[in-house]
Each structure stands twice: as structure tokens, then as C-alpha cells.
């Protein structure tokens, strides 16, 4: 696993944990539809969430959050459409954001309900 790709993992990881805290419940994490991935489906209470996780080791390119434009916003409502449809599922639904900055002696989380 390449240094990207476990910063990513340990974010994810990190996301999880932070959201069970908050008392969500895990149903999916990578969940796969074609080319298309969201990162974590959880409930909450009574609302579906789809969570996109994005993580960094700096604001250089700015917040982490802001990685999650138009078109990323587009492709986890696809996905997010295709869960529903599979599962036949008639709930609320949402779309979080947790933004996550990890460097060393550093570590930040921002959850962003209802992000888009």
C-alpha cells in the first residue's frame, strides 16, 4: 500500500471510529457500485448517511473538505441513488462530510452534516 493510500485508510478509519462515538451504526464502509465508491453508510437515528472521508497531511491545497466539488458530489449521489434502489430503502437520507488532517503530533476532525 502506497503512502497515499494508507494516509487515506487511516482516515477512514479514524472517520469511523469518530462516527460510532456520535452513535451512528456502520452498515457499509467501500461500498462498490461499478466504478463509483462511497467511503462509509452508517444510520443515524432515523436518517441514512452517506459519508465521503477526506484526508490530508496539510492544507496546502486547502481544506480537505473542499476536494468533495460538483462532480464528486454528483458521483456519491449516484451511488447513493443505486444502495437505495438495491436495498429498497425508503428513508431520509444525507450527505456528511468529515474532513480529516493528519500530521505528526497533529490530528483534526470536522464532521460536516449535510455537507450537499
Known amino acids: 500500500m502506497n503512502a497515499r493510500a494508507a494516509l487515506g485508510k487511516k482516515g477512514e478509519d479514524l472517520a469511523l471510529q469518530y462516527l460510532q462515538k456520535k452513535g451512528y451504526t456502520l ?4 461500498w462498490r457500485f461499478h466504478h463509483k465508491e462511497v467511503d462509509i453508510i452508517a444510520t443515524d437515528g432515523r436518517d ?8 490530508r497531511s496539510g492544507e496546502w491545497f486547502g481544506a480537505p473538505e473542499e476536494a468533495v466539488d460538483s462532480k464528486k458530489q454528483r ?31 497533529y490530528q483534526s476532525i470536522d464532521h460536516i452534516e449535510e455537507a450537499f
Open 48 to 55: 441514512l448517511v452517506f459519508v465521503e472521508v477526506k484526508t
Open 75 to 105: 458521483y456519491l449521489m449516484t451511488a447513493a441513488e443505486a444502495y437505495i434502489k438495491i436495498r429498497d430503502i425508503d428513508t431520509n437520507i444525507r450527505f456528511d462530510v468529515v474532513s480529516i488532517i493528519l500530521k505528526p503530533g
Open 27 to 30: 452498515l457499509e464502509r467501500n
